[in-house]
């Protein structure tokens, strides 16, 4: 069963960046194509960014284009979420997932594995 462990998660000021990573083990990686999701209280779990298999292709959800960059590092079984630019409307509880399919998919439900999630906040 393929696992992931997602880590770099902390208190940052507005402005400011931040990488998250998150490990994969237990699985061949280039079966996956793999997404970042985050959840603010009272929210529902929201689409971040995709990644597909070999790390040419990603997509972005509107609100952090431009300012996140999804990168893929298959040789360490690792991706990676660089986070620029940051806002207070960013924090959130932030997942890496793991999909069957090996194009970028941006809903929860087509993925079938999920890290345990790390928290970030951003100050004012």
Same mark, same amino acid.
């Given at each position: 069963q393929l696992q992931l462990a997602? %880590?770099?998660?902390?208190?940052?000021? +507005?402005?400011? %960046?931040?990488?998250?990573?998150?490990? +994969?083990s237990g699985g061949t990686f280039?079966?996956?194509g793999m997404g970042w999701f985050r959840q603010a209280p009272g929210k529902e779990r929201e689409f971040v960014g995709a990644i597909n298999w070999s790390g040419d292709r990603t997509d972005y959800e509107d609100s952090v284009e431009g300012r996140f960059t999804i990168i893929r590092d298959n040789a360490k079984n690792t991706i990676y979420l660089q986070?620029?630019?940051l806002k207070p409307e960013d924090s959130g509880?932030?997942?890496?997932?793991a999909s069957n399919w090996r194009?970028?998919?941006?809903?929860?439900?087509?993925?079938?594995y999920w890290g345990q999630g790390t928290q970030v906040t951003?100050?004012?």
């Amino acid at each position: 069963q393929l696992q992931l462990a997602e %880590s770099g998660g902390r208190v940052v000021q +507005a402005g400011g %960046s931040l990488r998250l990573s998150c490990a +994969a083990s237990g699985g061949t990686f280039t079966r996956f194509g793999m997404g970042w999701f985050r959840q603010a209280p009272g929210k529902e779990r929201e689409f971040v960014g995709a990644i597909n298999w070999s790390g040419d292709r990603t997509d972005y959800e509107d609100s952090v284009e431009g300012r996140f960059t999804i990168i893929r590092d298959n040789a360490k079984n690792t991706i990676y979420l660089q986070m620029n630019n940051l806002k207070p409307e960013d924090s959130g509880v932030y997942y890496c997932a793991a999909s069957n399919w090996r194009n970028e998919r941006r809903f929860a439900s087509e993925y079938a594995y999920w890290g345990q999630g790390t928290q970030v906040t951003v100050s004012s």
